[in-house]
C-alpha cells in the first residue's frame, strides 16, 4: 500500500512537470540558448528545495520507506569526474530534449516519440551495471 502512495504522488509530479512546461522542448532549448529563466528558475528552486530538505532529513532522523535510517555518506569532490558527468548527461539533454525525469511523463502526456530515449536510457543503464566494476568511481 505504501508504494501506491509513492506511485500516486509520482503520478502528481509528472502532472506537474507537464502544465509547469519544465519537460516542454522548447523551454529546454530557451534555457540551453539562454533565451529564457524559466528553467534556470525552476533548476535553481529545486537545488536550494532539496538542500533544505536534505538538512532537515538528516537532523529529523526519517527513515526509508522499508523503515531503515537513513545513511547520508560524504563523497569526494572529483572535478573532472563532474565534468565528464555533466557533459554526457548535458550532451544527452541536449540532442534528446528531455532529462531522465520528465521522460516517463512526456511518454504520459502523449508525446510518444520520447520512447526511443526511455529505450536507450535504459540500455545505457544495463550496460553501466555491466560496466561498473571496470569504471573508474
Do not use: N
Not at 29 to 58: C, N, P, R, W
Not at 84 to 97: D, Q, S, V
Request: proline fraction near 3%; glycine fraction near 10%; aromatic fraction near 16%.
Amino acid at each position: 500500500m505504501k508504494k501506491l502512495y509513492f506511485l500516486f504522488w509520482g503520478i502528481i509530479f509528472g502532472i506537474v512537470l507537464i502544465k509547469s512546461e519544465v519537460a516542454s522542448w522548447f523551454r529546454i532549448y530557451e534555457m540551453f540558448q539562454f533565451d529564457s529563466f524559466h528553467m534556470y528558475g525552476v533548476i535553481g528552486t529545486a537545488v536550494i528545495s532539496g538542500i533544505i530538505l536534505t538538512q532537515l532529513l538528516k537532523r529529523m532522523r526519517v527513515k526509508s520507506i522499508d523503515d531503515k535510517e537513513l545513511v547520508f555518506q560524504d563523497k569526494d569532490f572529483l572535478p573532472k569526474k563532474y565534468l565528464i558527468g555533466g557533459t554526457i548527461f548535458g550532451l544527452g539533454w541536449a540532442l534528446t530534449g528531455a532529462c531522465p525525469g520528465p521522460m516517463f511523463a512526456l511518454f504520459g502526456a502523449g508525446y510518444y516519440s520520447i520512447l526511443i530515449a526511455i529505450v536507450f536510457a535504459i540500455l545505457g543503464t544495463l550496460a553501466y551495471g555491466v560496466l561498473k566494476d571496470k569504471l573508474p568511481h
